[in-house]
């Protein structure tokens, strides 16, 4: 066999009669591919895709991040704090909102930061405004 | 008043012109409400102005002005489609004010509107009440699914829809935090690099050779300031699109 993918002279093409072992490179191979092909897309997204990130400084940036996380936080101890004092369940809600808080504000930065999903969209990578 | 020179803090404080109480409510005219009406009259006088001859061909105050709408027309147009246009007039309104006020904000003498968080706070919560209403009133319950991404298993919903109703209300508040912080953190570096070159000019001539140094920092501070004004007003109208974006198609 010349070549490992092509026609291999029998009138027959595909990977009928291959090894099992140059099958599951293949597969391999084109598995490594589509991940490159989607962490492209990806790379790009992020640093390309979003106007903001690309007229923020550096200064801005660490503001915009920080600001995204504290806030989430904030409001979910606001959150957990105003539950408990209309349901008197203190400190549960408090408690319970603080975990949730600093949830939201890992997920506020990584939303940010263009590295997952915007809301409502799933699992789909953010679509690229141009 | 020596000590009010080198405090930072001062130029932030906030003192009645026209004293008015109504029903135990202070609602006093204060140097805060003057500045937002000269900010208001400036934008709007100049816009009128600009545009009064409605020239085909632009002169240079008419090319700002459009130049202006473009900016914003196209940020909203990018952001929530043809169908966010229907918001342009508060997406606008909102980017000029608060451009103008940071922009007057700039001036030696003349306070910030935006530096305060109850100011940028109220106007989030335009935004955000905006995005609810306008959800609520075209999707009905089906703007909930905003938060409730796709392919979730069932047992983890109650925790990531929680989690996402909480990021949704940090919204309005980082989008105040942000503008006001950086206004804040500006305006004081600012005052307090100037507060350098009058205390060191003190310590005689080896002081005012000194003082050089901080002088060219306040110079370099003030371009930076300038930027900032303009970035954070852009990124304010930005994010509002993004919101709006939400309200108009909840589930992409």
């Known amino acids: 066999m010349a070549d490992k993918t092509g026609p291999d002279g029998t009138g027959e093409t595909g990977r009928g009669r291959q090894p099992e072992a140059t099958i599951r490179d293949d597969e391999l191979e084109r598995r490594r591919r589509d991940l490159e092909a989607s962490l492209a897309t990806r790379r790009t997204d992020r640093f390309e895709g979003k106007d903001e990130a690309k ?28 539950i408990d004092r209309l349901a008197g369940t203190a400190p549960w809600g408090l408690i319970v909102g603080l975990l949730l808080g600093f949830g939201a504000g890992i997920l506020n930065v990584l939303r940010s930061a263009g590295l997952t999903s915007e809301f409502g969209q799933g699992g789909k990578p953010r679509e690229p405004k141009e | 008043m020596a000590a009010d020179k080198v405090d930072p803090i001062h130029q932030f404080q906030i003192h009645p012109i026209i004293p008015l109480h109504i029903g135990g409510y202070d609602v006093s005219f204060t140097n805060s409400s003057l500045f ?38 196209n940020m909203l147009r990018d952001a929530a489609g043809k169908q966010g246009m229907q918001f342009f007039p508060l997406v606008f309104s909102l980017f000029m004010f608060v451009l103008v006020a940071n922009l007057i904000g700039l001036f030696p003498y003349f306070f910030t509107v935006t530096s305060h968080i109850i100011v940028t706070f ?19 319950f089906g703007f909930l699914k905003l938060f409730v ?7 983890l919903l109650p925790l990531v829809v929680a989690i996402e109703i909480i990021s949704f209300v940090s919204r309005p508040v980082s989008l105040s935090v942000r503008l006001f912080a950086n206004m804040l953190a500006g305006h004081i570096t600012l005052k307090v690099f100037s507060g350098f070159v009058v205390s060191l000019s003190a310590f005689g001539a080896v002081g005012i050779a000194g003082s050089v140094l901080p002088l060219a920092m306040a110079v370099a501070l003030s371009a930076l300031e300038l930027l900032v004004a303009f970035l954070q007003a852009y990124v304010f109208a930005v994010l509002t699109c993004m919101y709006l974006n939400d309200a108009l198609h909840p589930s992409h």
């Open chain 2, 36 to 73: 937002m009406v000269v900010t208001i009259v400036l934008a709007s006088g100049f816009l009128y102005m600009s545009t009064a001859s409605r020239a085909l061909i632009p002169g240079r105050l008419q090319s700002v002005s459009e130049m202006a709408y473009e900016f914003v027309g």
């Open chain 1, 55 to 82: 007229a923020a400084t550096g200064y801005g940036q660490a503001l915009k991040l920080s600001s995204e996380f504290i806030a989430g936080v904030v409001v979910g101890v606001g959150l957990g704090w105003f």
């Open chain 2, 149 to 155: 991404p796709h392919g979730v298993p069932g047992y």
């Open chain 2, 122 to 140: 109220t106007l989030a919560i335009l935004v955000i009440g905006t995005v609810l209403v306008y959800g609520f009133a075209k999707h009905g």
